[in-house]
């Protein structure tokens, strides 16, 4: 601010801290590459799908255990994937549930 001479009378400095928040984004992140890490080598297969069932990674022993291409499924509906065909017949049973496929 200016003095009535025209000469700096004072200096408003805006500070505001963001330690707290950098630290929380880097532990977010960091959860982040775990879960990426433990998804990705998991020997189980594993898609992940948003909220509409579409595909938003799947890791290698799915692509592996499917035949597809990990850039081919990323963007598909879990509907579209056909893995293997059903063979034998499909059996009612109690209420209790649904219904069981044999192969023979």
């Known amino acids: 601010m200016t003095g009535n001479d025209g000469n700096v009378s004072s200096l408003l400095f ?22 990426e890490t433990i998804i990705q080598q ?11 069932f579409v595909v938003v990674d799947a890791n290698e022993a799915f692509t592996s255990m499917s035949g597809f291409a990990r850039d081919r499924l990323i963007g598909m509906s879990v509907r579209e994937i056909k893995i293997l065909e059903q063979k034998g017949e499909v059996q009612k049973l109690p209420s209790s549930q649904k219904s069981v496929h044999s192969v023979k």
């Open 14 to 35: 805006v500070y505001n801290d963001i330690t707290a928040q950098k630290q929380k984004n880097e532990e977010i992140e960091q959860l982040k590459n775990r879960s």
């Open 42 to 52: 998991n020997p189980i297969p594993m898609l992940i799908t948003s909220a509409g």
